[in-house]
């Protein structure tokens, strides 16, 4: 079981990236899949999630219409597009698979580095 996190990195306030967290070893449409980021000395956050059947969405005050995630499938996929990035949105991001039924299950992928810069 793997989950692989990309695409941090460092931009100015007001810009852009786009994550993505790649799974492999499980059946990734069971899941749900997460977003999470952990700032230099605060408790990892929930930043929105997403699920794998009905593709319901949920997101953070926080990040409301700046985020978006989503998802391909077919590709074992999630991606989470932040827009019109902000200093606060420093952290490192990682995505997590959760399943409920028949078991519950999660899964850990390794953090993404992203730096916003004022």
């Known amino acids: 079981v793997q989950l692989q996190a990309s695409g941090g990195g460092s931009v100015q306030a007001g810009g852009s990236l786009r994550l993505s967290c790649v799974a492999s070893?499980?059946?990734?449409?069971?899941?749900?899949i997460g977003w999470f980021r952990q700032a230099p000395g605060k408790e990892r956050e929930g930043v929105s999630c997403m699920d794998g059947y009905d593709g319901r969405t949920v997101y953070a005050d926080s990040v409301k219409g700046r985020f978006i995630i989503s998802r391909d499938n077919a590709k074992n996929t999630v991606y989470l597009r932040m827009d019109n990035l902000k200093p606060e949105d420093t952290a490192v991001y990682y995505c997590?698979?959760?399943?409920?039924?028949?078991?519950?299950?999660?899964?850990w992928g390794q953090g993404t580095l992203v730096t916003v810069s004022s």
């Open positions: 070893g499980f059946n990734f449409e069971q899941y749900i």
């Open positions: 997590k698979a959760t399943r409920f039924a028949p078991s519950l299950a999660d899964y």
